[in-house]
C-alpha cells in the first residue's frame, strides 16, 4: 500500500508563518526547579472559597513583575537590515491555547496586556475567557481564520508585516511568553515563543527537596526559560529565572488592581448583569 499524501491544513498556516518567521532567533535554554509549596497552598485555600487557579495565571503573574524589572528581557529586536531593540513600557504576556478548529488540532494564542499591573483575579479571568472561546467564531481569533483564508504566499507576507513592525509586534507576539503543557506527563520542555524570553511550564509533583539538612516531601514545579542570545546574555537570563523562582517560591498573595483594563470590564459585565 502506497502511502497517502495530503496538504498540509490551513488551519495550520500560522504556525507555519509563525515558524518560518522566528528562523533568525538564536535560543539558549535553560532550566530550574520551584518549590510551589506556598503557590500550592494559596490555590487550595482558594479552591475552598469556590475560587479556582490555573498554576500557568500564577507564573503569568510572576513573569510579568519580573520582567517588567529587567526592560532587557521584556525588550524584542525587530528589523533585518536595520535591526534595533525596542523597548516595551509593560509586560505583555503571550500564552499558547490547545484549540480544534474545523476538526484540526491546533495551537493558538492569546496575548494579555499589561499584566504587571493584573491582579491574579485578573489574569485567571483572561486565561478562563480565552480557554473557552470557539475558535470557529471568537472576534479574537478573526485574524488567524483571515490568514487561513489567504493564499499561503500572501498570508506569510501578511505575518511577517505584523511581527517585524515595532508599533505591532507587541499585539501579535507579547513581550514575553508563557506556555504549559504541564497537564500531562511532562517534566521538561523548550519552546521558543519569537519573544526575548519564553517560559515552558512542565508539570507540578510532589518530589523530595532538602529543607533544613532534611529530605521532604514538596510540589515541585519543572520550568524552562528559553532565551533569545541576540538580545540578552545568560547571565541575565539567569537573573530573569531567579526571580522568577523567588516570586514564585515565596508567593503570598495577589491583591487587586481595579485600574486595569481586564478588571474594568469584570466591573461592567457585573453592573449590568
Known amino acids: 500500500m502506497s502511502a497517502r499524501t495530503a496538504p498540509i491544513a490551513r488551519q495550520r498556516r500560522h504556525t507555519l508563518a509563525f515558524l518560518e518567521e522566528i528562523r533568525s532567533v538564536s535560543p539558549v535554554f535553560l532550566s530550574t526547579d520551584v518549590d510551589m509549596t506556598r503557590v500550592t497552598g494559596h490555590r487550595a485555600a482558594m479552591l475552598a472559597q469556590g475560587r479556582r487557579y490555573s498554576l500557568v495565571s500564577y507564573v503569568l ?8 524589572e529587567h526592560p532587557e528581557a521584556n525588550s524584542a529586536l525587530v528589523g533585518k537590515l536595520r535591526p534595533r531593540l525596542v523597548q516595551s513600557p509593560s509586560a505583555h504576556g503571550k500564552l499558547t491555547l490547545d484549540k480544534t478548529l474545523d476538526g484540526h488540532r491546533i495551537v493558538l494564542t492569546a496575548v494579555l496586556p499589561d499584566l504587571q499591573r493584573a491582579s ?3 489574569i ?7 480557554r473557552t472561546l470557539d ?11 483571515a490568514l487561513h483564508r489567504l493564499p499561503r504566499a500572501i498570508g506569510r507576507l501578511a ?21 504549559s503543557l504541564g497537564h500531562g506527563a511532562v517534566d521538561d520542555f523548550y519552546s521558543v515563543g519569537g519573544t526575548t524570553v519564553t517560559l515552558g511550564v512542565g508539570r507540578c509533583t ?4 532538602v529543607r533544613g539538612g532534611q529530605i521532604q516531601v514538596a510540589p515541585v514545579l519543572r520550568l524552562s526559560l528559553t532565551f533569545d542570545h541576540r538580545v540578552i546574555d545568560g547571565a541575565e ?18 491583591s487587586p488592581s481595579p485600574d486595569h483594563p ?3 470590564v469584570a466591573a461592567e459585565e457585573r453592573a449590568a448583569g
Not at 61 to 68: E, K, P, S
Not at 124 to 130: L, R
Not at 166 to 174: D, E, I, K, L, Q
Open 61 to 68: 503573574y510572576a513573569a510579568a513583575r519580573v520582567v517588567h
Open 262 to 264: 481586564i478588571a474594568r
Open 135 to 145: 475558535p470557529a467564531v471568537a472576534a479574537q481569533f478573526a485574524p488567524v481564520r
Open 124 to 130: 485567571q479571568q483572561s486565561v478562563d475567557q480565552y
Open 237 to 254: 537570563a539567569a537573573d530573569v529565572l531567579g526571580d522568577l523562582v523567588a516570586q514564585l517560591e515565596g508567593f503570598s498573595g495577589a
Open 206 to 209: 510532589d518530589r523530595p527537596v
Open 159 to 179: 505575518f511577517r508585516a505584523a511581527a517585524r513592525s515595532a508599533g505591532r509586534r507587541t499585539s501579535v507576539f507579547g513581550t514575553f511568553a508563557v506556555t
Open 120 to 122: 491574579l483575579d485578573e
